[in-house]
């Protein structure tokens, strides 16, 4: 399933957006990010229930993932914004069926959307 994004666009630094991508119910997710001249990184992870999450380090405390199932969505929601938080987002599907852990690996996701652009201003 061809993941999504949306809800990407400018903000000024201290601020919020919220992320969306739709997706499967039955897949753990992750949310990757990769700016200008860098290469992509983990942002955040969720597993195919929502039960267990993972962030990396320079977000923790400022953003949340979560899902809804019944929805088939998975959400970013990005507060305390910074401008070094600019780049563009990605959502990402698993490539296991109902994954128990949240992947923090690139190459553990099989199915990519085309990414959304968030601009924080200083």
């Known amino acids: 399933v061809q993941p999504v994004e949306s809800g990407g666009g400018l903000v000024q630094a201290g601020g919020s957006l919220r992320l969306t991508c739709a997706a499967s119910?039955?897949?753990?997710m992750g949310w990757f990010r990769q700016a200008p001249g860098k290469e992509r990184e983990f942002v955040s992870a969720?597993?195919?229930?929502?039960?267990?999450?993972r962030y990396a380090d320079f977000v923790k405390g400022r953003f949340t993932v979560s899902r809804d199932n019944a929805k088939d969505t998975v959400y970013l929601q990005m507060n305390s914004l910074k401008p070094e938080d600019t780049a563009v987002y990605y959502c990402?599907?698993?490539?296991?069926?109902?994954?128990?852990?949240?992947?923090?690996?690139?190459?553990?996701?099989?199915?990519w959307g085309q990414g959304t652009q968030v601009t924080v201003s200083s």
């Open positions: 969720v597993n195919w229930s929502g039960g267990d999450t």
């Open positions: 990402a599907v698993s490539r296991v069926y109902q994954t128990i852990w949240p992947e923090v690996m690139a190459s553990q996701y099989a199915y």
């Open positions: 119910s039955n897949y753990g």
